[in-house]
């Protein structure tokens, strides 16, 4: 009798693989750099419509409320130091654009909290002056294009089908 693996590839983690996998090969062909399409996908595949809607909003929102505020804070910074930099001002900065940012999260998506605080941070302390709007859009159109990915996967893909599909695979890892 054969012994069973010892580990275990549900349905979740092949939909997120495939809607991951789904981005990067369009992205590929497009010639533009697939990262965060596929950090979206993965992020917004749940174990259902429901948890998908949920998680991708939750990244797909915060990622916008956290690009458009970025842009706003770092344009205020600009304004002190137009070369931008590492300048203190920045710290101050942070601290109301998280206030800001939670309270928008409030009005507009719950969950947007800590995925815009990701693009918050990043635009204030990673990304020049030169390439702060481009950098939020593309993020926003990104994340956009990954959350959309995996709702479309959970949605041609749901629980029943991929279980008839996935059986023989179970049972072959089981060691029936």
């Known amino acids: 009798m054969k012994q069973p693996l010892p580990v275990h590839v549900g349905q979740r983690n092949v939909k997120t693989a ?9 992205y590929y062909f497009l010639g533009r750099n697939p990262a965060f399409a ?3 996908a993965i992020f917004g595949m749940g174990a259902d419509m429901e948890h998908s809607r949920l ?14 505020l970025g842009i706003l804070v770092y344009r205020i ?19 109301g654009g ?8 409030q009005f507009f998506w719950v969950g947007a909290v800590q995925p815009g605080g990701v693009v918050l941070c990043l635009l204030l302390f990673s990304i020049g002056p030169d ?5 939020s859009l ?37 060691g029936e």
């Open 98 to 105: 998280i206030v800001v940012l939670i309270i928008l999260a």
């Open 18 to 26: 495939l809607s991951a996998s789904l981005c990067a090969l369009i």
């Open 131 to 135: 390439n702060y709007v481009s950098y």
């Open 77 to 95: 910074y600009l304004i002190f130091y137009p070369d931008g930099g590492h300048h203190l001002l920045l710290v101050p900065l942070l601290f």
């Open 138 to 174: 593309n993020r926003m159109l990104d994340t956009g294009v990954g959350v959309a990915m995996s709702l479309l996967i959970n949605w041609a893909l749901p629980r029943e089908r991929l279980e008839r599909w996935l059986a023989p695979f179970y049972r072959r890892s089981r």
């Open 38 to 40: 596929c950090i979206g």
């Open 55 to 68: 998680h991708g909003g939750n990244r797909l929102f915060g990622t916008v409320i956290g690009g458009f």
